[in-house]
């Protein structure tokens, strides 16, 4: 019985190490080794990241792609790894790239109290594949026996990578349009009919083309892919290959092979999540191999290549030129516009009748007092100004790759005006680190004095039609009427978004009553940072009045619970931000948080502003960069101790310059 028990007990355990071969065999019957994202850009590596700066040509009507065929000859990524066959039998796999932006994501996993589940939001993140999501994983040739091959193979970072329809649709900013001008073009009887429509409606040829084409596109397909529209993140990408043998591809789920697919509960499925930590990690015969490379992308929007101006600007064409006007030419390839405030005209000023160049005529505070006196009674009643005519006060300068903005003074005009000037990008990003190098006007005097102009430099919703909606407010975002508690207007999804840094004279805190202090006294001026969150009021602890970051305590104010806006000041001394030749802005845009930073070179900046998810909602739509100097009506900074009313007309032309802004 004895030697019968040994013999049965050895047998199990040889059954059992039998058995666990196999599954190993299985777990293992082939490897993957020396993978490589970036074949082709093996002179760019000094590290495990290559740094590269996205090249914008037709991204404003193709969107971002990662690279461009000025970059590769192909315009894409060639990749290889070498796959090896442990099997007994010669055998196929099948292979498939993906990508993941890691610099502004959702962690693909949530804590729970048992194990990590799928963060669902990590469905926002920017990931993707083949350009053609119907392709799913690609066929190697048979490989023998303990044999290895190199695979060979390329793809490109674009927009809308998982073709979302939300996308899709009629739009002017298409390459689509471009093929109807030429068509025209290159059809006479087509062409003289244009050119005699553009004659009779006095305008430029060139516009006529555009409207017409614009109009053929209206009544034509509706599923153009406007990658534009959700464009590539800048920052750190992460390449992932997935290996699967014939048999486990059976046993993978359609939204997986297919990203634009949703799964059981209609939401998208990170890639990431499901090979590295969800069912795909557990898998038989599926091997995911992140890359030890990473890429690193930024974009600088080129202030050379001209602005454009919209063809429904009805302006005299006085100002045009070929870098600044409603051409065709800069229409595809300028990467800023000129843009025109809003002028609400049940808001007028009531200001004193007096031109002054407050720098040169040494304006006094107690001259300032003195005319808010004297001309109580004598008060011109008008409204901020924008420019008379287009590209009149915006001068850009392809030799020196800047634009110049130009508030207009008023020596010798009949009726003076306080005019503001306003430029945006064209290109929209949804999060990144969005900076401004440039040279503002000075704001105060040697008496601190302010001029009245606000400077600013700031994100914009890039459009506020449905394709552009924010992440959803369960509590509703605040659409309208938010100082008027009866008529105030809810809704869940919202396209407005917008984050400032605004620089103003005022005072640093929220309340006039505060002893031995007097901001007309002090040469700081304010950085105030504001997120516009709609007042949702998801966030936890909404209405929470403080925040620590980084060793430094942000007040936040908000003047009542349905106020739309949440706002930090900080002081920063006047001189060193505006007597140099540019200073440094940067607005920290992540899905959690927000971080404004300042200073005069990028070693040096400065945290002036921090807010995050539990106080503020985050805005997730795209946004575009904007600069402006504004006239702003002087009860939207009820502390400053010289209200706008009061603060003479320019004399002379107040002038900032835009050297570089970029998103890294």
Same mark, same amino acid.
């Given at each position: 019985?004895?030697?019968?028990?040994?013999?049965? &007990? *050895?047998? $199990?355990?040889?059954?059992?190490?039998?058995?666990?071969?196999?599954?190993?065999?299985?777990?293992? &019957?082939?490897?993957?080794?020396?993978?490589?994202?970036?074949?082709?850009?093996?002179?760019?590596?000094?590290?495990?990241?290559?740094?590269?700066?996205?090249?914008?040509?037709?991204?404003?009507?193709?969107?971002?792609?990662?690279?461009?065929?000025?970059?590769?000859?192909?315009?894409?990524?060639?990749?290889?790894?070498?796959?090896?066959?442990?099997?007994?039998?010669?055998?196929?796999?099948?292979?498939?790239?993906?990508?993941? @932006?890691?610099?502004?994501?959702?962690?693909?996993?949530?804590?729970?109290?048992?194990?990590?589940? /799928?963060?669902?939001?990590?469905?926002?993140?920017?990931?993707?594949?083949?350009?053609?999501?119907?392709?799913?994983?690609?066929?190697?040739?048979?490989?023998?026996?303990?044999?290895?091959?190199?695979?060979?193979?390329?793809?490109?970072?674009?927009?809308?990578?998982?073709?979302?329809?939300?996308?899709?649709?009629?739009?002017?900013?298409?390459?689509?349009?471009?093929?109807?001008?030429?068509?025209?073009?290159?059809?006479?009887?087509?062409?003289?009919?244009?050119?005699?429509?553009?004659? @009779?409606?006095?305008?430029?040829?060139?516009?006529?083309?555009? $409207?017409?084409?614009? %109009?053929?596109?209206?009544?034509?397909?509706?599923?153009?892919?406007?990658?534009?529209?959700?464009?590539?993140?800048?920052?750190?990408?992460?390449?992932?290959?997935?290996?699967?043998?014939?048999?486990?591809?059976?046993?993978?789920?359609?939204?997986?092979?297919?990203?634009?697919?949703?799964?059981?509960?209609?939401?998208?499925?990170?890639?990431?999540?499901?090979?590295?930590?969800?069912?795909? &990690?557990?898998?038989?015969?599926?091997?995911?191999?992140?890359?030890?490379? !990473?890429?690193?992308?930024?974009?600088?929007?080129?202030?050379?290549?001209?602005?454009?101006?919209?063809?429904?600007?009805?302006?005299?064409?006085?100002?045009?030129?070929?870098?600044?006007?409603?051409? $065709?030419?800069?229409?595809?390839?300028?990467?800023?516009? %000129?843009?025109?405030?809003?002028?609400?005209?049940?808001?007028?000023?009531?200001?004193?009748?007096?031109?002054?160049?407050?720098?040169?005529?040494?304006?006094?505070?107690?001259?300032?007092?003195?005319?808010?006196?004297? /001309?109580?009674?004598?008060?011109?009643?008008?409204?901020?100004?924008?420019?008379? !005519?287009?590209?009149?006060?915006? $001068?850009?300068?392809?030799?020196?790759?800047?634009?110049?903005?130009?508030?207009?003074?008023?020596?010798?005009?009949?009726?003076?005006?306080?005019?503001?000037?306003?430029?945006?990008?064209?290109?929209?990003?949804?999060?990144?680190?969005?900076?401004?190098?440039?040279?503002?006007?000075?704001?105060?005097?040697?008496?601190?004095?302010?001029?009245?102009?606000?400077?600013?430099?700031?994100?914009?919703?890039?459009?506020?039609?449905?394709?552009?909606?924010?992440?959803?407010?369960?509590?509703?975002?605040?659409?309208?009427?938010?100082?008027?508690?009866?008529?105030?207007?809810?809704?869940?999804?919202?396209?407005?978004?917008?984050?400032?840094?605004?620089?103003?004279?005022?005072?640093?805190?929220?309340?006039?009553?505060?002893?031995?202090?007097?901001?007309?006294?002090?040469?700081?001026?304010?950085?105030?940072?504001?997120?516009?969150?709609?007042?949702?009021?998801?966030?936890?602890?909404?209405?929470?009045?403080?925040?620590? !970051?980084?060793?430094?305590?942000?007040?936040?104010?908000?003047?009542?619970?349905?106020?739309?806006?949440?706002? &930090?000041?900080?002081?920063?001394?006047?001189?060193?931000?505006?007597?140099?030749?540019?200073?440094?802005?940067?607005?920290?845009?992540?899905?959690?948080?927000?971080?404004?930073?300042?200073?005069?070179?990028?070693?040096?900046?400065?945290?002036? *502003?921090?807010?995050?998810?539990?106080?503020?909602?985050?805005?997730?739509?795209?946004?575009?960069?904007?600069?402006?100097?504004?006239?702003?009506?002087?009860?939207?900074?009820?502390?400053?101790?010289?209200?706008?009313?009061?603060?003479?007309?320019?004399?002379?032309?107040?002038?900032?310059?835009?050297?570089?802004?970029?998103?890294?």
């Amino acid at each position: 019985m004895r030697l019968n028990s040994i013999f049965f &007990s *050895g047998l $199990l355990l040889v059954l059992f190490f039998t058995i666990a071969s196999c599954d190993e065999g299985q777990k293992t &019957s082939f490897t993957i080794k020396s993978f490589d994202p970036f074949v082709n850009l093996q002179s760019e590596i000094t590290n495990d990241t290559i740094p590269l700066k996205v090249d914008l040509s037709d991204a404003v009507i193709k969107g971002i792609r990662i690279p461009t065929v000025n970059q590769s000859p192909d315009g894409k990524f060639h990749f290889k790894f070498k796959l090896t066959n442990k099997n007994d039998k010669k055998r196929k796999y099948f292979y498939k790239i993906y990508y993941h @932006n890691e610099s502004y994501k959702h962690e693909v996993t949530k804590k729970t109290m048992t194990k990590p589940k /799928y963060n669902r939001e990590a469905a926002e993140n920017f990931y993707g594949s083949w350009k053609d999501v119907s392709v799913g994983f690609k066929e190697t040739a048979s490989i023998g026996s303990e044999k290895s091959t190199e695979v060979k193979d390329a793809f490109r970072i674009i927009g809308n990578p998982r073709n979302e329809k939300r996308y899709f649709g009629k739009s002017p900013r298409s390459e689509k349009l471009f093929e109807i001008i030429n068509s025209i073009k290159s059809n006479p009887d087509w062409l003289s009919k244009v050119k005699k429509k553009a004659k @009779n409606n006095n305008i430029e040829l060139e516009k006529q083309l555009y $409207l017409d084409a614009r %109009h053929t596109i209206k009544n034509g397909d509706k599923s153009y892919n406007n990658r534009w529209k959700r464009n590539p993140r800048m920052g750190v990408y992460s390449f992932l290959i997935v290996v699967a043998t014939e048999k486990a591809l059976e046993e993978l789920p359609d939204y997986i092979t297919d990203i634009s697919k949703r799964n059981n509960d209609s939401i998208f499925m990170n890639p990431y999540y499901y090979f590295l930590h969800g069912e795909g &990690s557990a898998l038989k015969n599926v091997i995911a191999v992140k890359a030890d490379k !990473y890429l690193k992308a930024s974009t600088h929007m080129v202030p050379g290549n001209g602005v454009f101006v919209s063809f429904s600007n009805n302006s005299e064409p006085k100002c045009y030129d070929s870098l600044c006007g409603p051409s $065709l030419d800069l229409f595809r390839n300028a990467h800023y516009k %000129h843009h025109f405030n809003y002028i609400n005209k049940d808001w007028p000023f009531k200001n004193i009748p007096v031109v002054k160049d407050i720098f040169k005529d040494d304006y006094t505070r107690e001259e300032f007092y003195a005319n808010k006196e004297k /001309y109580d009674d004598r008060r011109v009643k008008d409204y901020p100004a924008n420019p008379e !005519y287009s590209c009149s006060t915006i $001068l850009p300068d392809a030799e020196e790759n800047i634009i110049t903005l130009v508030n207009p003074g008023n020596k010798g005009k009949e009726k003076p005006k306080k005019q503001q000037i306003a430029i945006e990008t064209r290109i929209g990003l949804t999060y990144g680190k969005f900076r401004g190098k440039i040279n503002f006007p000075e704001l105060i005097n040697k008496h601190n004095v302010w001029n009245g102009v606000t400077n600013a430099f700031w994100l914009f919703t890039e459009s506020r039609r449905s394709w552009n909606k924010r992440n959803l407010c369960e509590e509703g975002y605040v659409a309208k009427g938010g100082g008027d508690k009866e008529n105030i207007q809810y809704v869940d999804r919202a396209t407005y978004s917008e984050i400032d840094i605004e620089i103003v004279k005022e005072s640093k805190y929220w309340s006039k009553k505060k002893k031995n202090y007097d901001p007309a006294k002090t040469d700081n001026i304010i950085v105030a940072c504001t997120n516009w969150d709609l007042a949702c009021q998801d966030p936890p602890s909404f209405g929470e009045p403080e925040m620590e !970051y980084g060793g430094q305590d942000f007040l936040l104010h908000r003047w009542y619970d349905t106020y739309r806006a949440l706002t &930090s000041k900080k002081p920063v001394n006047e001189n060193e931000m505006f007597q140099g030749n540019h200073y440094y802005y940067e607005i920290g845009w992540y899905p959690d948080s927000i971080v404004w930073k300042v200073g005069p070179d990028l070693d040096n900046l400065k945290t002036v *502003g921090y807010m995050d998810e539990t106080v503020t909602k985050i805005p997730n739509n795209q946004m575009i960069m904007m600069v402006s100097q504004e006239f702003h009506h002087g009860d939207w900074w009820p502390f400053t101790p010289f209200h706008q009313n009061n603060i003479p007309y320019p004399k002379k032309d107040i002038k900032g310059v835009i050297h570089d802004m970029w998103i890294e």
